[in-house]
């Protein structure tokens, strides 16, 4: 309701800006810089008010659209306010997150992660994230940990789909762990000689 009535506000402010465009070409009178300047902070005001007259879940949702639409950078502002209204918002975090990855910020990546695990430990997803990231980066001791716990999760609730996606990089991982052991025996043999 709030939300409505400062968008309505804007409006009505962006259209006596756009009015007094338009009638200074025409000739007429202008409104004095002092007018212009307080239209523009109400106009300024209305639009952080209406941002802020939003639930967390909307900021969210705002947040997931700008990460879709391959915008990170500007989700995290919604994604913020998002978790100052709702801390406990798990997925907020987690999308936090995915838009640090992006930006290739994995301090602040891990750090979300991190806390999405400390809200929610029971939440699957979180694990997995946060699995997939030290995979990517090449901690693949830590992304087994962080797999099997998704693993356990995702049995737990059931989900078919996750359980084989984590299983997948759970073979790879044990590949990759397996190729490391090699290479390491490979290393030792030959410094030995």
């Given at each position: 309701m709030l939300g409505g009535f400062f968008f309505v506000i804007c409006q009505f402010l962006l259209y006596m800006l756009y009015y007094n465009r338009k009638h200074t070409l025409r000739g007429k009178k202008q409104l004095s810089l002092q007018k212009r300047v307080f239209l523009s902070l109400l106009l300024s005001f209305g639009f952080v008010a209406s941002a802020w007259a939003l639930t967390a879940n909307e900021l969210l949702e705002t947040g997931v659209d700008a990460l879709l639409d391959k915008n990170p950078q500007a989700a995290i502002p919604y994604l913020n306010q998002a978790l100052v209204k709702d801390p406990k918002l798990t997925r907020a975090y987690l999308c936090r997150a995915g838009?640090?990855?992006?930006?290739?910020?994995?301090?602040?990546?891990?750090?979300?992660?991190?806390?999405?695990?400390?809200?929610?430990?029971?939440?699957?997803?979180?694990?997995?994230?946060?699995?997939?990231?030290?995979?990517?980066?090449?901690?693949?001791?830590?992304?087994?940990?962080?797999?099997?716990?998704?693993?356990?999760?995702?049995?737990?609730?059931?989900?078919?789909?996750?359980?084989?996606?984590?299983?997948?990089?759970?073979?790879?991982?044990?590949?990759?762990?397996?190729?490391?052991?090699?290479?390491?025996?490979?290393?030792?043999?030959?410094?030995?000689t």
């Open positions: 838009a640090y990855e992006a930006l290739n910020n994995n301090t602040a990546a891990f750090q979300d992660y991190d806390k999405a695990v400390k809200v929610d430990p029971h939440y699957a997803n979180s694990y997995e994230l946060r699995g997939y990231l030290h995979y990517r980066l090449g901690h693949f001791k830590e992304a087994k940990v962080d797999l099997n716990h998704a693993q356990k999760w995702f049995k737990k609730v059931k989900d078919k789909d996750s359980l084989k996606r984590v299983a997948f990089t759970q073979r790879l991982i044990e590949k990759r762990l397996a190729k490391a052991k090699i290479q390491e025996q490979l290393l030792q043999k030959k410094t030995s």
